[in-house]
């Protein structure tokens, strides 16, 4: 019962923490684009907006390719921690099983012995 309990707290601190990462994550982006408001008017009267534009523009690639290569890296983690519990589950059957045997073995010894 207390895995049990335990299970449900791990998963509303995980529901917990999603809502606080969507949050932190849209605080970010409203700074972010204050920041970029800020930089575009610096740079207007600077450098001009066709060069901040184009860097921009590749920013926003860069971003894109990262994020989608982040998205795959995630979901093969994911893939293969679920392969190594899923491993660790057969070595763990494994050795009660090899326990298991080596008992029935040594129980028939004595009663042949007997």
Known sequence: V???TALQDV?????????????????????NDKCM???TN??????GAGHMARVFETR???K??????????DEKRYKLELEKQQLRKNEIDCNTAVARW???QEQLKESIKQ
Do not use: M, N, P
């Open 37 to 39: 408001a800020v930089i």
């Open 64 to 73: 894109a390719e990262y994020l989608a290569k982040k998205a795959a890296y």
């Open 11 to 31: 998963r509303q601190d995980v529901r917990e923490f999603g809502q606080f990462k969507a949050d932190f994550e849209a605080t970010v982006k409203l700074l």
């Open 2 to 4: 207390s895995l049990f």
């Open 102 to 104: 080596t008992l029935r």
């Open 60 to 62: 926003e690639l860069h």
């Open 42 to 47: 610096c740079v207007e009267q600077q450098r």
